[in-house]
């Protein structure tokens, strides 16, 4: 069974840092982009990061480019969000997601994701 | 960026009828576009990628199409479940941008 799981997510002060995790398993992960997106609290979607399989490209909305950082462990299965001096817009909820392009060649797509982890940004 | 507009930012419907949202890029982006359905504190799943291709287990009711620079979710006969949220999504260039979303509701 194929499973992403956040965790990490807490009540943070502005200025402060957090570190995001995604456990990945039932899939080949090292095979496979992935992804983080966010939804603040009764708003849309938000695409954050994307990592490349080998992390040899990295890529960020500008809202959060020199604050948060993207990594990954492809011998733990795992995917990681470091956001540093957070502020109140950055909460929201955080998805993983993995990439995927399938046999389409109009791809990616996020599938699937994760159940996400909530980010409180908040004195 | 590309922009995403997505349009009605809210639709409400009865089971049965035929449902249409539409979603307008900013710029040419190919059939680089992907729909998703979210309900209420559950994460986004997909159903239609590549513009027009059903992702698997989805309901043969929902279709997309695309003419040019415009995209639309069709669902054929509406069913209870599928009150939530549907957004457009595309991945023709970073940012991958998606639109607002449109909130559908069963009358």
């Known amino acids: 069974e194929v499973q992403l799981v956040e965790s990490g997510g807490s009540l943070v002060q502005p200025g402060g840092s957090l570190r995001l995790s995604c456990a990945v398993s039932g899939f080949t992960f090292s095979d496979f982009w992935m992804a983080w997106v966010r939804q603040a609290p009764g708003k849309g979607l938000e695409w954050v990061a994307t990592i490349k399989h080998d992390e040899s490209e990295k890529y960020y909305v500008d809202s959060v480019k020199g604050r948060f950082t993207i990594s990954r462990d492809n011998a733990k299965n795992s995917l990681y969000l470091q956001l540093n001096s957070l502020r109140a817009e950055d909460t929201a909820v955080y998805y993983c997601?993995?990439?995927?392009?399938?046999?389409?060649?109009?791809?990616?797509?996020?599938?699937?994701w994760g159940q996400g982890t909530l980010v409180t940004v908040s004195s | 960026d590309i922009q995403m507009t997505q349009s009605p930012s809210s639709l409400s419907a009865s089971v049965g009828d035929r449902v249409t949202i539409t979603c307008r890029a900013s710029?040419?982006?190919?059939?680089?576009l992907n729909w998703y359905q979210q309900k209420p504190r559950r994460a986004p799943k997909v159903l239609i990628y590549g513009a027009s291709s059903l992702q698997g287990g989805v309901p043969s009711r929902f279709s997309g199409r695309r003419s040019g620079t415009d995209f639309t979710l069709t669902i054929s006969s509406l069913q209870p479940e599928d009150s939530a949220t549907y957004y457009c999504q595309q991945s023709y260039s970073n940012p991958y941008t998606f639109g607002q979303g449109t909130n559908l509701e069963i009358k």
């Open positions: 710029q040419s982006i190919g059939n680089y």
């Open positions: 997601a993995s990439l995927e392009y399938g046999t389409s060649p109009w791809g990616p797509w996020f599938d699937p």
